[in-house]
């Protein structure tokens, strides 16, 4: 096929080892495991053989060079999560998860006084606990505000607490 390089050989493999990411989503981390045993370890295979192949005989300094010697150097990195079913192919799930921080590092620094700095760091862990939690924040928030001011007692409040909020709480 022509205009088919390198590059978008590797693209498709990459595409391969998502889409099976993708149908395993739902399986146990014992089904992941295995069925990464038997169908993403054939294609790293494949994308190790051309990167062997292919890393000696391209310029280092170059674009193409630069990105075979870091897969090279990092192949263990890459190949790891075969090893767990527990584990994701990549780190999306944890850089989705500080996104809101990076995104808002700008605004912390008009935080004129250290309460208010306080203040905001402590809603953004209550948001990003109720996350944890599978709570949807705005309502995990609006029954906290709702259910705040009437509590009287260390257990009142305690029952607020997004890992003592039942989804059906706050619907």
Same mark, same amino acid.
């Given at each position: 096929?022509?205009?088919y390089g390198k590059a978008d050989m590797a693209i498709g493999f990459i595409h391969q080892l998502?889409?099976?990411e993708k149908?395993?989503? /739902?399986? !146990?981390?014992?089904?992941r495991y295995l069925i990464r045993q038997e169908k993403?370890?054939?294609?790293?295979?494949?994308?190790?053989?051309?990167? /062997?192949? !292919?890393l000696h005989t391209t310029l280092p300094k170059g674009l193409l060079g630069k990105a075979l010697g870091y897969l090279d150097k990092?192949?263990?990195k890459l190949a790891v999560y075969t090893e767990d079913g527990r584990l994701n192919i990549d780190n999306n799930p944890a850089e989705n998860a500080i996104r809101p921080f990076v995104v808002g590092r700008k605004n912390w620094l008009f935080s004129a006084t250290v309460p208010g700095a306080k203040a905001s760091a402590n809603l953004y862990g209550l948001i990003e606990t109720a996350k944890a939690n599978h709570l949807e924040p705005?309502?995990?928030?609006?029954h906290v505000f709702e259910e705040l001011p009437s509590a009287q007692t260390v257990d009142q409040i305690e029952r607020?607490?997004?890992?003592?909020?039942?989804?059906?709480d706050v619907v």
């Open positions: 096929m022509s205009g998502y889409a099976l149908q395993i989503a /739902d399986h !146990t981390p014992t089904e993403a370890i054939p294609i790293l295979e494949k994308i190790r053989e051309c990167l /062997d192949k !292919t990092n192949w263990d705005y309502l995990y928030l609006r607020l607490l997004p890992w003592n909020v039942k989804l059906q």
